[in-house]
């Protein structure tokens, strides 16, 4: 158990509708990130929050938007979903490991949401 | 050019057998780490090992070692004594960027290693 979770862990929905992810990330990790892992483009980095603000964008559609709020849990938010928007979505929460030559993150998984858009 | 680079789709190794999963990268950043993860057929991402671009001496947690090579921009996941459980997606990825709440993490697509008994 990483110490992320995240809800639902499944969520089957029509096309055209919006959903809302839930993360909360570990205690004491300031970072989120999501991640959506199709079959046809692999683990695909969407976003990235730290304390609140918005750090990072990867390939992150316009109908997807992410926030973090005071708490520091994560929601991710898609709308008019797609048939193709069907995967499985990872939040990752990370701590800083102080060593030589600067600080550096790993990055713990929660279990992912699968999305099914039918 | 792509980041991250795994070029084996599939794996097979005997049980008790040391197996290499290759993994090749691309950066111009001097600050990088290099992480590998275990994607079971459950679905969750579980970390195994990290590598800073500083660091001297090979990352090894318990049976996983990474062979770091610097100058050849290689960083593959050694499993000594591989188990049945150890039959999964193996993701090589890399963070680059500064810390202090800014990274941008590129995952390689993965490769499947079945373990034979």
């Known amino acids: 158990d990483s110490g992320v979770t995240q809800t639902p862990k499944h969520l089957i929905t029509a096309t055209g509708q919006r959903v809302t992810l839930r993360c909360s990330p570990r205690?004491?990790?300031?970072?989120v990130y999501w991640y959506q892992q199709s079959l046809d483009q692999g683990l695909q980095f969407l976003i990235q929050?730290?304390?609140?603000?918005?750090?990072a964008k990867g390939n992150i559609l316009e109908r997807f938007s992410a926030q973090q709020f005071p708490d520091l849990h994560s929601e991710l938010n898609l709308s008019s979903l797609e048939l193709g928007d069907s995967a499985l979505y990872f939040c990752a929460s990370s701590v800083p490991l102080l060593v030589s030559g600067g600080a550096q993150e790993t990055q713990y998984f929660g279990p992912g949401t699968r999305l099914l858009v039918l | 050019a792509q980041k991250i680079t795994q070029t084996q789709p599939g794996m097979f190794v005997q049980e008790k057998e040391a197996v290499t999963l290759d993994c090749t990268y691309d950066?111009?950043?001097?600050?990088?780490?290099l992480f590998w993860y275990k994607q079971p057929s459950s679905g969750e991402m579980i970390f195994l090992i990290y590598?800073?671009?500083?660091?001297?001496q090979n990352a090894t947690e318990g049976r996983y070692s990474l062979n770091f090579q610097k100058a050849r921009k290689s960083a593959n996941l050694v499993i000594s004594a591989s188990q049945l459980g150890d039959s999964a997606m193996y993701f090589c990825?890399?963070?680059?960027?500064?810390?202090?709440?800014?990274?941008?993490?590129?995952f390689g697509i993965g490769t499947k290693l079945q373990v034979i008994p």
């Open positions: 205690s004491g990790d300031l970072s």
């Open positions: 590598q800073g671009s500083y660091d001297q």
């Open positions: 929050y730290y304390n609140g603000e918005e750090r």
């Open positions: 950066t111009s950043d001097p600050s990088y780490g």
């Open positions: 990825a890399m963070r680059e960027g500064l810390s202090g709440g800014y990274q941008k993490v590129t």
